[in-house]
């Protein structure tokens, strides 16, 4: 699904939300990479992000083309700083009514309010796909995401206790999350 660009302003930054361009691939596999080292919070260490350009090229075609499915690049005074998408759970009839959401931002864009107006936007467009309910996870120890999701209507479900083990030794949980509609 395309998203349209639309311009906002937050303090004196402006803000550009627009789906990617394949043209975009090499820019958004090295972002991923970086935001992965940025944080304990995502799924990869930056080493295993192994995604090839034909690999990004053929993921962002996937979802401009897709009815129900959205990546969405945000840009601050000119400068890419993150994205956030949803997919769907599942095509069977029991789970075709999830949307499943993900979000990451650079660091220095974090913290005045970039993420949530981009969930806000996302959640009204999982909303115009007419999906029943958007789910997440959010690591344990990210507080910041989770009283973020929590403000915007996500509630608890479920912990996975010890889902992540970091390089040291020690461990997180993931915290899953729902927004029922």
């Known amino acids: 699904?395309?998203?349209?660009?639309?311009?906002?302003?937050?303090?004196?930054?402006?803000?550009?939300l627009r789906s990617a361009h394949e043209d975009e691939a090499d820019m958004?596999?090295?972002?991923?990479?970086?935001?992965?080292?940025?944080t304990n919070f995502l799924l990869v260490n930056p080493d295993e992000v192994k995604y090839t350009t034909e690999d990004?090229?053929?993921?962002?075609?996937?979802?401009?083309?897709?009815?129900?499915?959205?990546?969405?690049?945000?840009f601050v005074d000119g400068a890419y700083a993150g994205n956030c998408s949803f997919t769907s759970r599942g095509s069977s009839r029991r789970?075709?009514?999830?949307?499943?959401?993900?979000?990451?931002l650079f660091r220095k864009y974090t913290g005045f309010g970039l993420g949530r107006l981009m969930l806000e936007r996302l959640i009204q467009k999982?909303?115009?796909?007419?999906?029943e309910q958007a789910e997440l996870t959010v690591v344990s120890g990210n507080d910041k995401a989770?009283?973020?999701?929590?403000?915007?209507?996500?509630?608890?479900?479920?912990?996975?206790?010890?889902?992540?083990?970091?390089?040291?030794?020690?461990?997180?949980?993931?915290?899953?999350?729902?927004?029922?509609?």
Not at 59 to 73: G, Y
Not at 126 to 131: F, P, Q, S
């Open 56 to 74: 990004e090229v053929k993921f962002i075609k996937s979802h401009n083309e897709s009815d129900n499915e959205l990546v969405m690049c945000a």
């Open 1 to 16: 699904m395309i998203f349209n660009e639309e311009k906002y302003t937050l303090g004196e930054r402006n803000i550009v």
């Open 146 to 181: 989770y009283h973020l999701y929590e403000s915007l209507g996500f509630k608890e479900c479920g912990r996975m206790p010890n889902a992540n083990k970091y390089d040291d030794g020690t461990y997180s949980d993931d915290i899953y999350m729902v927004l029922k509609f």
């Open 95 to 104: 789970a075709r009514h999830r949307a499943d959401i993900g979000i990451a």
């Open 126 to 131: 999982i909303k115009d796909c007419g999906y």
């Open 28 to 38: 958004l596999i090295d972002y991923l990479k970086t935001v992965c080292g940025e």
